[in-house]
């Protein structure tokens, strides 16, 4: 045989896995972005008193395939004097880097995303730090003065804010020992408690981070329309934009799924350890159950046909997945009981992360945005300090726990405590000089009456 | 225009202000009411000379310069020259404690020699009194700008600049605020037909005859 | 034949030194732009972040109102005020009925006098209801907007069923009112009353001791009472900064003399103050509308003026409290159907001039946050 030839199906044979879920994650994971944008607009609409997308579809759920069609038939603009080739390539590279950051999420047992890498998590921070390049890339590829401006201002908050998270990781990683995603959530089960209680500042701080680090409100000054200055995406239009945004989106799943993994438990179902819990593991099936009759009720009511049977579809579709699950769990079929762990595992890594990502939306809703200067500010001047004296802290409860055999506990409550009083004295002193400052800075060049 | 006068529900006993009658109305009077008139007399003047402590002590201020004080509607006028204005403003707001300037525009009479009528409208915030100062200028003065008493003054004396054409000697940056900077004319002038204007502009931009 | 002055210059915005002696930066706010509550454009002059100068050039929306007052009768230019505060159409009619009402000497009767301030603190409801929705969504609280729109619905449904209309409403005629009051107007403001407390409640847990609406707005856009009397502002801007003074106590028109309410006043004169100040004006509002449901007097609506108003010559001034400030007519009779001259004292016009003053030394961001709390209406500003 041709050994060129040869040579790629061997390559194919052996890395067939991992191509796979390279497509996987490129064909699916915009479409469920997509979706999640979808999500939020009626989220939005919930809390705000309205319906949100109706039109498209039965309730809007075809809303996201026809925002992708139309982005898609749109025409390609390209500023005249911009850089065609970065400009091209640089919503792709924030695109690529958030989703092969994903490959590295596990969110079930088995169901790594595409491997178990043995630094996991840092892969995952590490990766999604390329972000940051792709939005400096587009905004000077722009050629647009406000363009480099916004791209600029929007890396600044990117790579402060990943500083931040990265130590809010660190106080995670001292409990879990490891940076393989499987251990730390295996570990996680071992201490009977996620760390998200054992490390809550970290949790805290990491969760602002992770805000920051997606652009989201109330840290979009980048972005927002009302601004003076336009953001990085202005020039970019039709399929390009979705790339940005969609690539937004993607992040957010993956910051969620770091959180959820490090700090939520990961795939535990809550209590992992108390026997006597045991029933929560029927909770997706009979959720599923409850899903499918609410959508069987609602059929009836549907005025056309055809929303009839999208309604009929739905329900169907949830009490196949709920009969998945049940016949899965460890009374039923024998045969099912290999997929038992990751399905049950996927449900409530899903539930975490699908809960985060509920408080991004809802902070973003409810809260009026940062001012840029004052987003720096609590980046640099609160959660770096925070982060850095809540890694002591967690050293040093870790050190009383195992080393001098304090209870858990009682350890874990004293050295947060110690630690936010540390950390806010650490702050009152480092802001003091700042508060001074940028009140001297507003008091002076004001005083001149507008007299002519 | 619905026939006004005749209201949906009035009763036949109801007696609505003739147009002849003093308004009862707690409005901008800021003085001592006139004379109280007779029952059924013709209806009194609606402007009358305006003799009280206020226009004492401007006169006595400015004697000749103070043309004339009178009360039109129970509101307080002082019809001043042109030459001491921005003196008398400024005494107006020192002494006399007018510390707003309320609205600052002009009036145009054409068939007149002294063509517009400059109109300040003061407000004293602690005596709660309003007065009206006018002075007429010609078309070819300038008057002396305000904002050195009232900053205010600014973009009001830019709005009379820009609509009437009166300049002000003394303004920190006169120029048109409304219209564009390269605009013809002064609209409020009597003499600016804004229909002649406005076929003037389809001929010379759009080379058609304006169908209005 | 016109003076095109020569101080047009490009460079016409107040010189003054930069920090580090670096180059100044003039940043084009263009008059299609999100935040600027119309075509409203604002040259900023930067240095850095910070703005060391400003200049507002208006006149986009300007379609010469006063001019065509010379050519309607009195009843006709009537629609065309609503126009202007488009936002608070019922307040600018009020304004221009009493002020020709003065001019003739007649006075509305009690009912319509009732009627007009119950609309009249309606409408104020529904302008800063506008404006907070607004303004919160402009320092990026997405929410409050709607909430807002959902109350400022219900108050233009009253509108509707008032007179028709529920934005340029022409809701009063000279005189007095052309329709009386419907059967359940007070029913729906009172409805309305009941349910507004709550709501405001609900604007103040979103905002008011939310640590970044604080941030983005106190301290910023500091106007001192002195500096808000010369520069001839009014409306909550006046009061927020401290001076307690309110055209419906000082000057009482309408029904106002009859009905107790407070006259909130700000402290520093911050942006953070106008907000408090604003919300605070929507509850007294509340509080007049409840009383003067209370008792509406019986009794004709409409005074004997005449189908054709022919007022003696001469001139008048009135002014009322507009939701954004003093809004004066300055109306000149020369004994004609049509008036001589029209002037309107334009409280946006006025307010906005003092923008210059409250953006220097601020950032960037913040000039979105003063624009918004100057509470301007381009339809005002520019007529």
Not at chain 2, 3 to 30: I, M, V, Y
Request: proline share 6%; with cysteine.
């Amino acid at each position: 045989m041709n050994p060129a030839l040869h040579s790629v199906l061997a390559f194919l044979q052996g890395w067939w896995v991992e191509l796979l879920c390279a497509f996987l994650i490129v064909a699916l994971v915009p479409l469920i972005a997509g979706y999640i944008v979808l999500v939020e607009r009626k989220l939005m609409a919930d809390m705000q008193a309205r319906l949100g997308p109706m039109r498209v579809g039965p309730h809007g759920l075809l809303q996201p395939i026809a925002d992708a069609l139309k982005l898609l038939i749109k025409e390609d603009i390209i500023p005249a004097e911009a850089d065609k080739l970065v400009f091209w390539f640089a919503p792709v590279l924030s695109m690529t880097a958030a989703l092969t950051a994903l490959g590295a999420v596990a969110f079930g047992p088995w169901f790594h995303v595409a491997r178990d890498i043995n630094i996991g998590l840092l892969f995952v921070v590490g990766i999604s730090a390329l972000g940051p390049f792709g939005i400096v890339l587009g905004g000077w590829a722009s050629n647009n003065h406000y363009s480099i401006i916004g791209a600029l201002r929007s890396t600044a908050q990117l790579i402060s804010y990943e500083t931040t998270a990265g130590f809010a990781l660190v106080s995670g990683f001292l409990l879990s020992g490891t940076l393989r995603v499987g251990a730390i959530v295996e570990q996680q089960r071992a201490d009977h408690a996620w760390y998200a209680f054992l490390a809550p500042v970290g949790f805290i701080t990491y969760l602002i981070a992770s805000i920051a680090e997606t652009n989201r409100a109330p840290f979009d000054l980048p972005e927002a329309e009302s601004e003076l200055v336009a953001g990085y995406m202005t020039e970019y239009s039709g399929f390009r934009w979705a790339l940005y945004f969609l690539g937004e989106y993607a992040n957010m799943i993956v910051v969620a799924s770091v959180g959820t993994t490090l700090f939520l438990g990961g795939w535990l179902r809550p209590f992992p350890s108390v026997d006597w819990l045991g029933w929560l593991d029927a909770l997706p099936a009979l959720l599923l159950a409850a899903v499918g009759v609410y959508c069987l009720i609602r059929a009836g009511k549907q005025p056309a046909q055809v929303q009839k049977l999208f309604m009929w579809a739905v329900a169907f579709a949830c009490f196949g997945v709920a009969l998945i699950f049940a016949l899965a769990a460890p009374l039923a079929m024998a045969p099912l009981h290999i997929i038992y762990p990751g399905l049950y595992g996927a449900f409530w890594f899903l539930v975490k992360v699908s809960a985060y990502i509920y408080v991004f939306m809802w902070l973003r809703f409810t809260l009026p945005r940062f001012r840029f200067d004052q987003l720096m500010r609590l980046g640099w001047h609160i959660l770096i300090p925070l982060a850095l004296v809540n890694i002591l802290g967690v050293g040093i409860a870790l050190a009383l726990i195992s080393g001098l055999g304090w209870n858990r506990w009682l350890a874990i409550a004293i050295t947060t405590t110690a630690t936010v009083i540390a950390g806010l004295l650490l702050i009152r002193w480092n802001d003091r000089h700042a508060v001074a400052a940028s009140l001297a800075a507003e008091a002076s060049p004001v005083e001149d009456s507008y007299a002519g | 225009m619905a026939d006004e006068s005749k209201a949906p529900q009035s009763p036949e006993s109801s007696q609505p202000a003739t147009p002849g009658a003093t308004p009862a109305s707690p409005a901008a009077a800021a003085l001592p009411s006139p004379a109280a008139k007779p029952a059924a007399a013709p209806p009194p003047p609606v402007q009358v000379p305006l003799e009280n402590e206020l226009t004492r002590r401007y006169r006595e201020r400015f004697g000749r310069a103070i043309l004339d004080a009178i009360e039109d509607r129970k509101q307080a006028i002082l019809i001043v020259d042109i030459a001491q204005f921005l003196e008398i403003a400024r005494y107006s707001r020192d002494t006399e404690k007018f510390d707003l300037l309320e609205d600052y525009t002009a009036v145009d009479w054409p068939r007149r020699e002294k063509r517009f009528d400059l109109v300040a409208q003061l407000y004293s915030f602690p005596n709660n009194v309003r007065l009206r100062l006018k002075t007429a200028i010609g078309a070819d003065q300038t008057a002396d700008s305000l904002t050195s008493v009232w900053p205010v003054a600014n973009w009001l004396e830019r709005e009379i600049f820009d609509l009437f054409g009166i300049a002000f000697q003394g303004h920190p940056g006169l120029k048109r605020i409304l219209l564009p900077d390269e605009w013809q004319g002064h609209p409020l002038r009597k003499d600016y037909d804004i229909l002649q204007q406005d076929t003037a502009w389809v001929r010379e931009n759009l080379g058609i005859e304006s169908g209005q | 034949m016109s003076i095109v002055a020569d101080t047009v210059r490009d460079n016409d915005l107040h010189p003054t030194d930069t920090l580090l002696g670096a180059d100044e930066l003039v940043l084009n706010m263009g008059p299609q732009h999100p935040s600027t509550h119309g075509v409203l454009r604002v040259k900023l002059k930067l240095d850095g972040e910070r703005v060391i100068g400003s200049e507002c050039v208006i006149g986009y929306l300007h379609r010469g109102v006063e001019k065509i007052a010379e050519s309607r009768s009195y009843q006709q230019f009537a629609p065309y005020v609503d126009r202007m505060d488009y936002v608070a159409a019922v307040s600018n009619g009020l304004g221009y009925c009493e002020a020709v009402e003065k001019l003739l000497m007649a006075e509305a009767p009690p009912r319509a006098q009732v009627i007009r301030t119950i609309l009249a603190e309606l409408q104020r409801i529904a302008s800063h209801l506008l404006w907070l929705g607004t303004h919160a969504l402009d320092i990026g609280a997405l929410t409050p907007l709607f909430y807002c729109m959902r109350e400022r619905e219900e108050i233009l449904k009253i509108f509707e069923k008032y007179c028709g209309a529920r934005l340029t409403t022409h809701a009063f005629r000279i005189g007095g009112l052309q329709y009386d009051a419907y059967d359940t107007l007070e029913k729906d403001v009172e409805r309305f009353c009941k349910d507004f407390e709550r709501r405001i409640q609900e604007y103040s847990d979103l905002l008011t001791g939310n640590s970044i609406w604080i941030g983005r707005t106190r301290g910023i856009g500091l106007l001192n009472a002195e500096d808000c009397i010369a520069l001839g502002a009014s409306g909550p801007i006046l009061r927020a900064s401290g001076v307690k003074w309110d055209l419906r106590k000082a000057m009482p028109y309408a029904a106002y003399s009859q009905y107790n309410f407070e006259i909130p006043v700000g402290t520093r004169g911050d942006t953070y103050d106008r907000y408090l100040v604003r919300l605070e004006e929507m509850r007294q509002s509340r509080l007049i509308c409840l009383q003067a449901i209370e008792n509406i007097p019986a009794g004709p609506i409409m005074a004997r003026v005449g189908k054709v108003l022919k007022p003696p010559p001469g001139e008048v001034y009135h002014s009322i409290e507009a939701p954004k400030g003093i809004l004066g007519y300055y109306i000149l009779s020369d004994g004609g159907t049509q008036p001589y001259r029209v002037r309107i004292r334009p409280p946006s016009f006025i307010n906005l001039q003092a923008l210059d003053k409250m953006v220097r030394g601020h950032l960037v961001g913040d000039v979105v946050a003063i624009i918004g709390t100057l509470d301007i209406v381009l339809g005002e500003v520019d007529r």
